[in-house]
């Protein structure tokens, strides 16, 4: 029985674990929160902090595995592939993961080779960044440059706020360093799916509208997500032509991408964010959900070393929507209310993470995420008329 090594815990994993089990793989779990969701789905689970790369490393030695994914869990990406890289594993290679993983060298590397990319720079204080920010447009973004889920973003109009948010970016950041960079104001939406190579070539890459909550706490944290994308065609290939140049470039091999994309006002088209992981929000299991193309199970295949299915870029089946749950306070939990003609019509899918009582906190990255809904629709035009006034049908109520 091959056994396999998942870092992390969260419930994003048990998708992971259950196609792991339909293939007959004993599933190891292991990160430093024994109550995570995740294990109680696990034949294993081992009490090892995912961001140790020696301590997991001798984990995996002593438990002869023959894979180790980091599905959906971002601290955990880059000792996946140093794990891997040191027991000749299947991932992508540990220098190109260090690039990706980190924001300040991922622009490096995408300007270095011809990419759209938005001016930026990296530092650890103020002083090391102001003399170029001069030259930057505002507004400008500031974020930690090895944190994702949108923790510690800020959009900042003028430069007499820049170090409030220069310090709230490090406070998020593992290293204490932040980049900034301007702002890329997009034409429609952003998009932020799930892709896969296998051999070094894109061979399934999805494209969505990301939604934001415009009266959360942090607005840059994305609350809803949509299928197909609103971007002109030829921009999406593209993109497509440059995320395969990317996986070339770095020799990604075979594995799945979370994989931010958007079309700037200038009619530029700019990869913003590439991780070698399954994103959160269930985004690979909502293109399943609507196009049949199974990039879990093959992520779980790729990791093990068996043969994968032939994938394609994604045909969807009608208008796909995610609404991402959450409170826009501090508080209990009540009750989560929709709409009955609503819910009866449109909702596919209805996950509750909470129960009446639960402490819940306002939405200030995806990790206060409380829920989804999965809807289908039957048209785009439909889809956005409901997705505009969301908040009309679904209710999260906090006391």
């Known amino acids: 029985m091959k056994k396999l090594l998942l870092l992390g815990g969260s419930r994003y994993i048990i998708p992971v674990i259950k196609a792991a089990h339909k293939l007959g793989i004993y599933v190891i779990t292991c990160d430093y929160l024994p109550d995570n ?61 260090e690039i990706l993983q980190n924001k300040d060298l991922f622009r490096e590397f995408l300007r270095k080779n ?94 969505s509208c990301q939604y934001f909550d415009g009266r959360a706490k942090n607005p840059y944290t994305p609350a809803a997500y949509s299928w197909p994308s609103d971007m002109p065609s030829c921009k999406i290939e593209e993109l497509r032509a440059e995320i395969d140049r990317l996986i070339k470039l770095l020799n990604l091999k075979t594995a799945i991408y979370n994989v931010e994309t958007r079309v700037g006002k200038n009619g530029n088209a700019y990869i913003m964010e590439v991780s070698p992981r399954g994103g959160g929000n269930r985004l690979a299991e909502i293109v399943k959900l609507a196009s049949g193309e199974d990039m879990i199970l093959n992520s779980v295949k790729a990791a093990v070393g068996l043969p994968l299915d032939k994938l394609k870029n994604p045909v969807y089946d009608g208008a796909w929507a995610e609404y991402i749950l959450h409170g826009d306070k501090d508080g209990l939990f009540s009750h989560l209310e929709i709409d009955p003609l609503f819910e009866e019509k449109y909702v596919v899918e209805k996950d509750l993470w909470v129960k009446p009582g639960d402490i819940i906190h306002a939405f200030t990255g995806a990790n206060e995420t409380i829920g989804t809904l999965v809807m289908k629709f039957e048209s785009q035009i439909e889809l956005s008329e409901k997705l505009a006034d969301i908040r009309k049908y679904v209710k999260v109520i906090v006391k």
């Open 37 to 97: 969701i995740g294990h109680q789905y696990a034949d294993e689970y081992h009490n090892v902090s995912i961001i140790d790369k020696d301590a997991v490393l001798k984990l995996a030695y002593e438990l002869n595995i023959d894979g180790i994914m980091s599905f959906a869990t971002d601290p955990g990406v880059i000792v996946a592939a140093y794990v891997a890289e040191k027991l000749g594993l299947s991932f992508c290679p540990y220098d190109s993961v």
């Open 114 to 207: 011809g990419f759209n990319v938005p001016q930026s720079v990296g530092g650890e204080n103020k002083d090391q960044v102001i003399d170029k920010i001069g030259t930057f447009r505002f507004p400008v973004i500031v974020k930690p440059v090895d944190s994702a889920g949108s923790k510690g973003v800020t959009k900042v109009e003028d430069i007499l706020n820049l170090d409030e948010a220069i310090n709230h970016a490090k406070s998020y950041s593992k290293t204490g360093r932040f980049i900034v960079e301007e702002f890329i104001e997009q034409e429609g939406h952003s998009s932020d799916s799930d892709c896969f190579s296998i051999d070094n070539q894109l061979v399934c890459a999805s494209f």
